[in-house]
């Protein structure tokens, strides 16, 4: 026991210094006030919090749960059927698949996201084959709208969810899926009462991946949404730097982590229930 406490020490301590430490910093400034300047007093206020009930910043916050939702929800849509077929597929076709889904990380983020403009502006790429082809007689305006905030979400955070449920499909002991055909299982009872609980860890560890990554995520609602996309981490960049408002910026910092841990827990809690239920309907 001892032993291992000793091997979680560097662990804690990590997590300490560049968790805990920087959240009570956070924490500490988002309880001060500042002045006409924007220049920080050590004065306690909770203004901050009292400033993120205003209705706009609670739309602001509520859009983006929403969109971080879409977000994770169709990503795990996709990305189960692929993470499915790629852990039941020959070797071969398993090291193509995972390094089709690797490929976007070896390209810089911004230059992944600008790309999707060239693709979706009134001249871009999409606009242009339509217009060619007659389906449309003008172009559409695609660029700078809530849809192509969202799948650029998606598209920058599929691999997110398809390797943690590809490891849960993989790592699953394949001789279950034998005794359920031998008892006469049909292969959707098989997949539901076996394959699906199986692969859950990395459902729910791919629906958080996703989820944090997109709701703290400002620089895809920045390149695709324009001024008509606002996100709460668009918010806390502007308060720490165009507005001076650090207590503000702050403060909407330790809502959104305090409500993320929120849904995550959540979540875990249902795909816990789902699952007890899913061994109740079993036995």
């Keep these: 026991m001892n032993r291992n406490k000793l091997l979680l020490t560097p662990v804690l301590l990590w997590m300490a210094l560049f968790l805990i430490v920087p959240m009570l910093i956070v924490i500490g400034i988002s309880l001060l006030q500042r002045n006409a300047l924007g220049q920080l007093q050590f ?3 909770i203004e901050g ?10 739309g602001i916050y509520w859009d983006t749960i929403v969109l971080s939702v879409l977000t994770t929800v169709i990503c795990l849509l996709i990305s189960y059927p692929m993470a499915y077929y ?12 995972l390094l089709l889904v690797t490929v976007p990380f070896w390209i810089n983020f911004l230059i992944r996201t600008y790309a999707w403009v060239l693709l979706l502006r009134t001249q871009g790429v999409v606009n ?23 799948l650029g979400m998606v598209y920058n955070f599929i691999p997110f969810m398809v390797l943690p449920i590809y490891v849960a499909l993989e790592q699953m002991d394949k001789r279950l899926l034998d005794a359920a055909s031998d008892l006469g299982a049909s292969r959707w009872k098989a997949f539901r009462y076996v394959t699906l609980p199986q692969s859950r ?3 729910m560890t791919g629906c958080v991946l996703v989820y944090v990554s997109t709701s703290g995520m400002f620089v895809v609602s920045d390149i695709l949404g324009g001024a ?24 909407l910092s330790v809502i959104f982590v ?26």
Excluded at 86 to 97: D, E, F, H, M
Excluded at 258 to 266: K, N
């Design 201 to 203: 860890s990395g459902m």
């Design 43 to 45: 004065s306690f206020s």
């Design 49 to 58: 919090y009292k400033t993120f009930f205003d209705p706009l910043y609670i």
């Design 86 to 97: 790629i852990a039941n597929a020959s070797p071969r076709v398993q090291t193509w698949g």
């Design 128 to 150: 242009t084959l339509l217009l060619e082809t007659g389906l449309i007689a003008e172009p559409l305006q695609m660029l700078y709208t809530p849809g192509a905030v969202l």
């Design 258 to 283: 305090l409500t993320s841990l929120v849904m995550i827990l959540l979540f875990n809690r249902a795909m816990q229930a789902r699952h007890l239920n899913v061994k109740e309907g079993r036995s």
């Design 228 to 251: 008509k996309s606002s996100m709460l981490s668009n918010i806390i960049q502007a308060q720490f730097q165009g507005a001076r408002n650090w207590p503000f910026g702050a403060a």
